[in-house]
């Protein structure tokens, strides 16, 4: 079974330009979720989707970043523009109805210059 | 204060020693409980679900407090292969599902 995949891997780019992340769930999770994470910190919940309905964006900072999921498979995470503190690891995660457990993707390494 | 608090460690132990990692969290809603590991630069995997009753995974055992609010994880006979960040994740449903991430406890096992 293919795990999540995310893309690209690690992006560099200087303040105030635009990033994107796009994020491929394991085939049937419904569930899809965008973490970020700082150095010597847990994932923190940006966003939750339950399929392509967004459930809990309460901690998105809807200033700067927004989030799709169009046809409640792929998902993608733009941050416009980016700022010196986004620099992070932006992990996607997927789970299944009646399930606990989370498959989180490889994660994408942002540094913002 | 953080709703899940750990010891950021990082624990330097022996290979073959006993090892204990504690977890307090704040909100008395919390419903399901994990630890979940992460090695170096990686995502972070499931290591195991907390059960009330305790509960056990070849070295590797769970226990939860709710009354203290508090988990536990004990890793026996430590291995190389063990040196990873451990997390305590918890999930509650107020309001809407929430899964909380701790800040994770630092394990480095030498030989």
């Known amino acids: 079974e293919a795990g999540v995949v995310q893309s690209p891997r690690y992006k560099i780019i200087e303040k105030k330009q635009p990033v994107a992340f796009w994020c491929n769930p394991i085939?049937?999770?419904?569930?899809l979720y965008w973490y970020l994470q700082n150095l010597g910190q847990g994932p923190e919940l940006l966003i939750r989707y339950e399929n392509e309905e967004a459930v809990d964006d309460s901690q998105l900072p809807k200033d700067r970043f927004s989030a799709e999921r169009l046809k409640g498979v792929d998902s993608t995470l733009k941050i416009q523009p980016a700022e010196l503190g986004d620099s992070a690891v932006y992990l996607c995660?997927?789970?299944?109805?009646?399930?606990?457990?989370?498959?989180f993707g490889p994660g994408t390494r942002l540094t913002v210059l | 204060r953080k709703e899940v608090e750990q010891d950021p460690g990082p624990f330097n132990v022996p290979e073959g020693a006993t090892v204990a990692f504690n977890c307090t969290y704040s909100n008395s809603a919390s419903q399901s409980f994990f630890w979940y590991r992460q090695d170096c630069r990686k995502e972070p995997k499931l290591l195991m679900s907390v059960y009330s009753s305790g509960n056990e995974d070849g070295r590797f055992t769970a226990q939860l407090n709710r009354a203290s609010q508090y988990i536990s994880l004990l890793i026996r006979d430590s291995k190389l292969s063990d040196s990873a960040t451990y997390l305590c994740v918890v999930k509650r449903n107020t309001g809407g599902f929430k899964t909380i991430f701790g800040a994770g406890t630092r394990l480095f096992v030498k030989a």
């Open positions: 995660a997927s789970s299944t109805v009646g399930r606990n457990e989370q498959f």
């Open positions: 085939s049937g999770h419904n569930t």
